[in-house]
């Protein structure tokens, strides 16, 4: 049963909801609260170095960082630490508010522009020992999933064709009577079209039959999980039936204004799912908020987007994924499912909904990650300490929260707490990235505190600075009329799916939250 507070709460909410002009100054009274709660960008700072440099303030290949660089002492061996994170007698928490929906869009959302640079993307001249302080981010949410990360990217994954019918579209093709991406492999080699591509991650140790089926997509991480790419899927063919759209309302405008009149209106439909779906999902509050882009037109904090450091380490995630998904009806263990999207086209994109979104994502926190991710979770905190980043207690003070005085102030669970305490001489030597994932989920979301709190901060200070948020920008002209309707029209994620699959989504479940879901 809901708590008594929860209930007086929500009741209050639905008043101020019922209300437009109140509901608009609540809207952007929270979004106001959760920004400043730290310092606003340009950050002081880069992972360039210890000091103000112009290269620090304008070279964003570098990660940006909220606190500087701290060379702490007498840290714990990480190995030591894996025991804080693996699971206790192999029994996986599942979370009692979200679906798999909500890890896929998460991953969908950070893999746009938390981008530490990977080897086969270190920039030339620079130095490979500091490639975890550099990244390959636009810092910006533009669908680069999409569209790709460069202009040439962009150009090898549209159609670029000027006959009736077909202006405007990204290429695809028609598998099983459904659109999908193009495939990225042709008769056993890799279609030289799309050479400009950033290489999918992992494509060389696959299969020939899984590495065929791996498509030709904007982000090197799309093909990781069919659910990832089943989002990516949705959204193509979303771009290309508003291309259709807008094509038809505007005949004589050319191929390239039809796709970046389409182009523009789909990042504006994502950031409202972010705001709208996603970030009202993580919320633990009775109240949805609204993604108005005028709450940033005149705010001290609009100012251009810089991806810190710390903000790509709070996203690993790892421990949402539940061992199992049943794919097909059946099943299918977390292994066996990277990188196959043969999963994805043997039910089609809605059945692909209805799975994920029919399956509850294991809980975030302490001693839940699966043994084969618990070398992902070393790595994490091996980048901590490469980035000096500082301690726990330093980004709770930071953000206006309590420094913790004991490992109980961290964590409830007195295994965890003993454990912190076994490793760590106080609460203010905790690592960052341990503190983040040992903190208790907070009621009614699925993240833990600190890791709640930086999300909402970062998710809002990036999403409504977008260009095509601000003032002079966010007009009808920029979108055409149908695009304007379409971003009128969309809140969720099931708005754009019931568009895009045949007959519509009918009466199937897609959400982020479960519908068995009860607030604490």
């Not at 009466?507 to 879901?517: C, G, H, L, P, Y």
Request: glycine share 4%; with cysteine; proline share 8%.
């Amino acid at each position: 049963m809901p708590s008594l507070r929860y209930s007086i709460q929500s009741t209050l909410f639905s008043i101020i909801e019922a209300i437009p002009p109140l509901a608009k100054l609540a809207n952007r009274w929270a979004i106001n609260r959760v920004v400043k709660r730290a310092r606003s960008r340009p950050h002081p700072l880069s992972t360039i170095g210890d000091y103000v440099s112009w290269r620090g303030l304008t070279d964003r290949r570098w990660s940006g960082r909220h606190l500087p660089p701290q060379r702490r002492s007498n840290l714990p061996e990480v190995e030591s630490l894996l025991p804080l994170f693996e699971r206790r007698a192999g029994v996986q928490r599942l979370c009692p508010k979200s679906t798999c929906l909500f890890p896929t869009f998460a991953q969908y959302l950070t893999d746009g522009f938390l981008r530490t640079e990977t080897d086969e993307l270190i920039a030339e001249g620079e130095d490979p020992e500091l490639r975890l302080r550099r990244n390959t981010s636009n810092h910006e949410i533009d669908l680069c999933t999409l569209y790709g990360r460069t202009h040439a990217q962009t150009v090898a994954l549209r159609l670029c064709s000027e006959e009736k019918g077909r202006k405007g579209r990204l290429k695809s093709q028609q598998i099983n009577g459904e659109e999908y991406p193009p495939f990225l492999y042709k008769d056993g080699a890799p279609d030289p079209q799309f050479a400009v591509l950033d290489p999918a991650l992992g494509q060389k140790d696959l299969p020939p039959a899984q590495r065929d089926t791996l498509f030709a997509v904007g982000g090197d991480r799309v093909n990781s999980v069919p659910q990832v790419a089943m989002l990516n899927t949705l959204l193509l063919r979303e771009h290309n039936r508003l291309a259709g759209e807008i094509e038809a309302a505007h005949p004589e405008w050319n191929d390239t204004r039809v796709f970046e009149t389409a182009r523009n209106t789909m990042i504006v439909l994502f950031i409202k799912l972010v705001v709208e779906d996603y970030i009202n999902h993580i919320s633990p509050l009775p109240f949805a908020l609204k993604a108005d882009p005028s709450v940033a037109w005149e705010a001290s904090w609009n100012k251009p987007n810089w991806i810190t450091t710390e903000f790509s380490l709070l996203y690993r995630w790892h421990a949402l994924i539940p061992d199992e998904m049943p794919w097909g009806g059946s099943p299918q263990p977390l292994a066996g499912t990277l990188r196959n999207n043969t999963l994805l086209l043997e039910g089609g994109l809605l059945k692909a909904f209805e799975t994920v979104s029919a399956t509850p994502a294991a809980e975030l926190g302490p001693r839940n990650t699966a043994t084969p991710l618990l070398e992902v979770e070393k790595a994490s905190i091996l980048q901590d300490r490469h980035c000096e980043l500082a301690s726990f207690s330093d980004y709770c003070a930071y953000l206006k929260q309590d420094r913790p005085q004991s490992f109980e102030d961290i964590s409830s669970d007195p295994d965890v707490a003993a454990e912190l305490a076994r490793h760590y001489a106080s609460p203010d030597q905790v690592d960052f990235f341990v503190g983040l994932f040992c903190e208790d989920r907070v009621p009614n979301s699925p993240l833990p505190n600190l890791v709640l709190v930086f999300v909402a901060l970062d998710a809002f200070s990036q999403a409504l600075t977008n260009p095509l948020l601000s003032r002079h920008v966010f007009v009808p002209e920029t979108f055409s009329a149908p695009g304007w309707e379409a971003i009128q029209e969309t809140a969720t994620v099931r708005d754009i799916v019931d568009r895009n699959v045949p007959g519509g989504a009918g009466n199937s479940f897609i959400a982020m939250t479960r519908a068995d879901w009860q607030p604490e």
